[in-house]
């Protein structure tokens, strides 16, 4: 079992930045992936960020619409994943929920959601 405990949303003005984290707790072991996605009210839940990585590669995927503007990073040794975000957006609001893949078994595991409000 594994616990995501997520933290950072609030409410910034359009053009503004928030750091998002996300720390993993639990039956921690083996190869994990961890990445974030959003979803406002009445709209699916879309990818954000998301950070792979196994023996040799460690690589990142953005969403078409996010790419440029948010940054995903990882601390190893608290196994926690940030998300900076920047040039905030009205259209970004939404709840934003940190994931946690198990490689081994492909479990995934989500975070209980950090509310980001944007003003005008």
């Known amino acids: 079992q594994v616990q995501l405990v997520e933290s950072g949303g609030g409410l910034v003005q359009s053009g503004g930045a928030l750091r998002l984290s996300c720390a993993a707790s639990?039956?921690?072991?083996?190869?994990?992936?961890m990445g974030w996605y959003r979803q406002a009210p009445g709209k699916q839940r879309e990818l954000v960020a998301r950070m792979t990585s196994d023996t040799t590669l460690i690589s990142t995927k953005y969403g078409d619409f996010v790419k440029g503007r948010f940054t995903i990073s990882k601390d190893n040794a608290k196994n926690t994943v940030y998300m900076h975000m920047s040039s905030l957006k009205t259209e970004d609001a939404a709840v934003y929920y940190c994931s946690y893949d198990e490689a081994d078994t492909r479990k995934s595991y989500w975070g209980q959601g950090t509310q980001v409000n944007v003003s005008s």
């Open positions: 639990g039956s921690i072991f083996g190869f994990y992936n």
